[in-house]
């Protein structure tokens, strides 16, 4: 079956610095991949996607690439904010099921 | 215009009573599921529904049960409400896209 998996947090940065959430994935035939983010208090939102390999989502200064080659979808940010401290969810959706794939959340939290 | 409503957003149980979460969306999506969240294990899916009347269970059903009698709104019950079913619950719908938007939850406590 499909599966996700998240690098464990919570990851603890400074403000300004550089962001990397690592995701990987298991799926037969070609998924899309989706990032979606909770801030507290709140429901998850849906951040970015890329539906195809070597697609580039983006969004808020966040991007990620999917990379069948290593099966991956890293979240990237080049400068964190304070404001960026939330739970980050990598997903994934087979288009044949509509029943998606969640990672099981990487909490960031950004210090001034 | 947020699209899709939860109601209640809190409510407090005792243990052997009946609940039901109500979910309302304004946007007419086909797909739409009941998650619960709780620490250590993610988010989980209970139910799910392809359209009015078409429910189907997901990975941890038992004890809850839904309906959808209208495209806008999914109803998920607990029969007999139990201290394991403490959680945050979200409800959320899906596009064609197989991209999802949630709901703002509802945090049950059942004592």
Redo the contacts between chains.
Sequence with gaps: GNSVTQMEGPVTLSEEAFLTINCTYTATGYPSLFWYVQYPGEGLQLLLKATKADDKGSNKGFEATYRKETTSFHLEKGSVQVSDSAVYFCALSDGGSYIPTFGRGTSLIVHP | DAGITQSPRHKVTETGTPVTLRCHQTENHR?MYWYRQDPG???R?IH?S?GVKDTDK?EVSDGYSVSRSKTEDFLLTLESATSSQTSVY?C?M?NT?????????TRLTVL
Excluded: C, S, V
């Design positions: 797909y294990h993610g988010l899916l799910y392809y997901g979200f959320a899906g896209d197989n991209e999802q938007f949630f709901g703002p939850g």
